[in-house]
């Protein structure tokens, strides 16, 4: 009884976080080892990972790159409708449901990735998040609204639109507001674009500093 509990504590540790790989020791390279029966784990298979030994389903990284794990290229141009089968297929693949009779590591693994999986194709899908999150990748911080460099005259704007959205329903005033999001949208989706040339200049300019 025990012993159920403890493993039954365990599983509810790791549905918050996913350990991190095994190491053989300091300064060694990452060992990973399946978290089941200890196998080797191969390095060149894609996420989600399962175990070839044992087929147990393996924890998902602790930062995973969106693009690899949707199999896209690292662009802001993305082919949706492969996107959006491969979010199918990953989701059949790791989906909860399918793991009811499994030990509860596993469950949480599976719901772990399942959840990753919505978060990647929420955000890929989407081109405004979607270039947010190469910006990221990029380690470009946007600023917050609370930066004393931000730009006050838009910041006024979204304070005058949350003020009129929170006003009685007003047709015409909805309209209004939906309009000047629509064009605010596509002009931001025009410099989210013109980021990927520059992104790609960056890297030029870093494979040029570095010395042949």
């Avoid at 175990?51 to 199999?71: K, N, Y």
């Amino acid at each position: 009884m025990q012993a159920a509990l403890g493993r039954a504590r365990w599983a509810l540790r790791v549905c918050g976080a996913a350990p991190g790989p095994r190491r053989l020791g300091p300064g060694s390279p990452p060992a990973p080892r399946c978290w089941s029966c200890g196998s080797p784990l191969p390095g060149a298979e894609g996420p989600p990972r399962f175990c070839p030994s044992c087929r147990a389903l393996q924890p998902p990284a602790a930062r995973p790159d969106l693009f690899r794990l949707m199999d896209c290229d690292r662009s802001f141009h993305i082919d949706a409708q492969r996107l959006q089968r491969r979010f199918r297929s990953l989701q059949r693949a790791v989906h909860p449901d399918r793991f009811g009779q499994r030990p509860l590591e596993e469950q949480c693994y599976s719901q772990q990735h399942s959840s990753l999986i919505n978060k990647a194709y929420q955000t890929l899908l989407n081109p405004l998040s979607r270039g947010l999150y190469l910006l990221e990748l990029k380690g470009v911080e946007l600023a917050q609204e609370t930066d004393s460099d931000a730009d006050s005259a838009f910041l006024m704007e979204i304070m005058e639109i949350n003020e009129k959205l929170a006003e009685p329903k007003n047709g015409d005033s909805l309209e209004e507001i939906e309009s000047l999001i629509k064009d605010d949208l596509q002009e931001a989706k025009k410099l989210l674009a013109k980021m990927k040339y520059f992104a790609n200049l960056e890297d030029k300019l870093k494979n040029k500093k570095i010395p042949s």
